[in-house]
């Protein structure tokens, strides 16, 4: 059960688009379409963004999109705002019946 | 609303037990998989545990497996954790999340949190 693994650290200007990248393995991320992603601002709790690796639930801005790539997963925020300053987690489905997230991702708008 | 609401985190002696509870709402709960998240202070999310809607076919992390039990009472629409052997790297904010699908949480309760010290 080892954590996916991302960036500490992006950073972008308003307007400009950001990736975040999440590895796993091939029995987590690589195995399965089940990868979500959450926004969470300090002392609050987490929000998804996209689940089964490319999808939004309602509510979530058009601006965020998933895609995946053997075992790399990918958010993409396009059109960067101040409001997207926030840490940002991966999530995957793994072997054994388990879950894994990634380390989180501080996304800092310059 | 769909709500999650948290209690029962504290302050607890290293190898003491602590059971924390989710109350949920505006949602059939007996028909969702829920599942308990942890996060260190300043750190990661962390997936500690699963359990269907029937109650069947918990599941653990390594890091709590055979310390920690999960538990539904779907009658009082009622999440608990029931965690036992307490380490001081127990410590963390304790969330409740109902899984949607296979990897799909949402929403989250707002958290409840654990002190293990001395």
């Known amino acids: 059960q080892s954590a996916l693994t991302q960036p500490a650290s992006v950073s972008g200007s308003p307007g400009q688009s950001i990736t975040i990248s999440c590895t796993g393995a091939?029995?987590?991320?690589?195995?399965?379409?089940?990868v979500s992603w959450y926004q969470q601002y300090p002392g609050k709790a987490p929000k998804l963004m996209i689940y089964?690796?490319?999808n939004r639930p309602s509510g979530a801005s058009n601006r965020f999109s998933g895609s995946k790539s053997g075992n790399t997963a990918s958010l993409t925020i396009s059109g960067l705002q101040a409001e997207d300053e926030a840490d940002y987690y991966c999530?995957?489905?793994?072997?054994?019946?388990?879950?894994?997230f990634g380390g989180g991702t501080k996304l800092t708008v310059l | 609303e769909v709500q999650l609401v948290e209690s029962g985190g504290g302050l607890v002696q290293p190898g003491g037990p602590l059971r924390l509870s989710c109350a949920a709402s505006g949602f059939p709960f007996s028909g969702y998989w829920m599942h308990w998240v942890r996060q260190t202070p300043g750190k990661g999310l962390v997936w500690v545990s699963r359990?269907?809607?029937?109650?069947?076919?918990?599941t653990y992390a390594d890091s709590v497996k055979g310390r920690f039990t999960i538990s539904r009472d779907n009658a009082k629409n009622t999440l608990y954790l029931q965690m036992s052997s307490l380490r001081v790297d127990d410590t963390a904010i304790y969330y409740c999340?109902?899984?949607?699908?296979?990897?799909?949480?949402?929403?989250w309760g707002q958290g409840t949190p654990v002190t293990v010290s001395s």
């Open positions: 999340v109902r899984g949607l699908a296979l990897n799909r949480f949402d929403p």
């Open positions: 089964d690796v490319s």
């Open positions: 359990i269907k809607g029937d109650g069947s076919s918990p």
């Open positions: 091939n029995n987590d991320v690589g195995g399965y379409n089940s």
């Open positions: 999530s995957s489905y793994s072997s054994s019946d388990t879950w894994v």
